[in-house]
Nanobody
Framework: QVQLVESGGGLVQPGGSLRLSCAVS????????MGWYRQAPGKQRELVAV???????NYADSVKGRFTISRDNARNTVYLQMNSLKPEDTAVYYC???????????????WGQGTQVTVSS
């Protein structure tokens, strides 16, 4: 059973930075494209960034140029460096498989508890 453990969230002022980490149990990490998602209160979960197993990345327009996704296959960990944070980035952040992988036969991993990011002065 794959487990996802997100960490690194907190309270930060607008313009500040945070680095989120997602530790993934199991050796299958290295063969999966991974993504960071977020869910703000009263809103649906949205995809923020994706990284392939080869290191190619893609970002939502709302975070492009401010967020950077990376991965360390040796540590089974995916990161999200968030700079120039805005109040609208406030959400619970989660990691999971790239949604492009999801099909009848390929499912999301069980969701972790997420990590809260609050951007406020």
């Amino acid at each position: 059973q794959v487990q996802l453990v997100e960490s690194g969230g907190g309270l930060v002022q607008p313009g500040g930075s945070l680095r989120l980490s997602c530790a993934v149990s199991g050796s299958i990490f290295s063969i999966n494209a991974m993504g960071w998602y977020r869910q703000a209160p009263g809103k649906q979960r949205e995809l923020v960034a994706v990284i392939t197993r080869g290191g190619d990345t893609n970002y939502a327009d709302s975070v492009k140029g401010r967020f950077t996704i990376s991965r360390d296959n040796a540590r089974n960990t995916v990161y999200l460096q968030m700079n120039s944070l805005k109040p609208e980035d406030t959400a619970v952040y989660y990691c999971n498989r790239d949604p492009a992988l999801i099909s009848v036969n390929v499912h999301y991993f069980p969701w972790g508890q997420g990590t809260q990011v609050t951007v406020s002065s």
